[in-house]
């Protein structure tokens, strides 16, 4: 296919995902399967034009003047992509299959390429109803916050100790242009590349195979790393979901000690089994959702991870169609969720133990908020300065992450260069 082609394409997708309302993932799988002869290039392109689209959807009709499939397709590939208004013409015009010829009022907008008079909700990229809250928590930066939040996202490995080291893994892929990661020891970072390039497959690697990393984000990693699990601990990884986070902290643990991986979802739980296999991980028992499944846990626990369900604002580069389908009342049952995973995971915290909550969101209301009315209500548990442990782990000289209140922390693109990311850490009184 030519570009021209796979713009028509890209526009193709971009209604099926505005008038159907279906996730971007389904909407592209489908395109491809009505269109076999379009090769692995073309979705690639196809695939990185939409989710542009839909990284910086409201700043691109804004640009455009409009807010039609086709001009948003179109805006990306000028506007970012950098083509200008001769180079748009030529691709639309060397192909059959591709759009019709620009219009004078496009052509305006792609050579004003103008953002003036434009809300910062616009600027910034996000949702208008979310924006009082959003420029709440970041206040002047809160632009410069979404606007990162709407860029692409590198891939971010981490090394699994427990079988390779980073030198290794780093020379192992050094022909992708993998580095390493600024905060987390155990990261390696392949950065996002431009237009239409395509990003390299690191789960056909052999190192992946061999268990040598696993793909996860640097905010993720840190996470992980400030739970703080010290080999011989007792440690409740009670949302573990697929285990990102429990085998991150097998490997922090060198394999010592108990990590036991719970979470209420079975299908979630499901992959666990084979990714602690390849990890080489020992120290994991998986406890499967039933009644009393943790009943011999209560009040024995070091530490309590709680990785909270949350509505993702945090990884809007990777998932960026969430950011317009997020609602309020699904914020709200986000919160609901997070109250009573909170609430149940405290009860396995040893006097003394700490009680650490996480969520991939940058929202006040599933972070601070939370952990605040949590410790109200729960007189027991006290919330402790993350910031010395981040100091403790990573040293003075690392890019800071946010902090409202000198305690908590959230770690955001333009703060950390990683996910957005909240992390809390609670203390039981002994
Ligand atoms: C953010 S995901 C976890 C991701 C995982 N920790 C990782 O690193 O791959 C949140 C998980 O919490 C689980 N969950 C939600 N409510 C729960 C509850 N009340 N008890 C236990 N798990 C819960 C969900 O099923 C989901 O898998």
Redesign the pocket.
């Known amino acids: 296919m030519k570009d021209g082609g796979r713009l028509a394409a890209a526009i193709e997708v971009i209604e099926d995902i505005e008038n159907r309302r279906r996730p971007v993932q389904e909407a592209l799988k489908d395109w491809g399967t009505s269109h076999r002869f379009a090769g692995s290039g073309d979705r690639t392109v196809i695939g990185n034009l939409v989710f542009d689209v839909l990284r910086k959807r409201s700043s691109l009709a804004w640009r455009m003047g409009s807010e039609s499939a086709r001009d948003l397709v179109l805006g990306v590939y000028a506007l970012e992509w950098g083509n200008d208004v001769a180079a748009v013409e030529r691709a639309l015009a060397d192909d059959r299959h591709a759009p019709d010829l620009l219009s004078d009022k496009e052509k305006a907008a792609i050579a004003a390429n103008s953002l003036e008079g434009a809300p910062d909700w616009v600027r910034a990229d996000i949702p208008e109803w979310l924006w009082p809250s959003f420029s709440d928590n970041f206040d002047d930066e809160a632009v410069a916050e979404g606007a990162a939040l709407s860029e692409r996202a590198p891939i971010d490995l981490r090394v699994n100790t427990l079988k390779a080291t980073r030198e290794k893994v780093l020379k192992r892929l050094g022909s992708l242009g993998a580095e390493p990661t600024l905060i987390a020891s155990t990261g390696v970072r392949l950065k996002p590349r431009p237009g239409a390039a395509r990003m390299p497959h690191v789960q056909a690697e052999e190192g992946y195979r061999k268990g040598w990393f696993e793909l996860q984000d640097e905010a ?1 990693q840190i996470a992980a790393l400030l739970v703080f699990a010290q080999a011989g601990e007792q440690v409740l ?10 085998l991150a902290l097998a490997a922090a643990m060198e394999n010592r000690g108990q990590i036991y991986a ?4 079975k299908l ?1 739980l499901a992959p666990i089994h084979e990714r602690i296999a390849r990890a080489g991980a020992r120290n994991i028992q998986v406890r499967q959702p039933s009644e009393g499944a943790l009943d011999d846990l209560v009040g024995r626990m070091d530490r309590v991870l709680v ?4 509505t993702g604002t945090g990884v809007w580069r990777r998932r960026p169609d969430a950011k317009w389908r997020l609602t309020e009342p699904a914020l709200e049952d986000r919160i609901a ?1 997070q109250e ?2 909170l609430g ?1 995971a405290s009860a396995f915290v040893k006097p003394g133990g700490f009680l650490i909550y996480a969520t ?1 969101s940058v929202l006040a209301e599933e972070n601070e908020e939370q952990v605040y009315r949590f410790t109200e209500a729960n007189e027991d548990f006290e919330i402790v300065s993350v910031g010395e442990v981040w100091q403790d782990t990573f040293g003075f000289d690392k890019p800071h992450p946010w902090s409202a209140d000198m305690k908590t922390i959230t770690m955001t693109p333009a703060s950390t260069g990683t996910d957005g990311f909240f992390v809390a850490v609670m203390t039981k009184n002994a």
Do not use: L
């Open positions: 993720s990884d009670f949302c573990a979901g697929g285990g990102g986070k429990t719970y979470d209420s979802d979630r990785d909270a369900p949350c969720e009573q995973a149940i991939c």
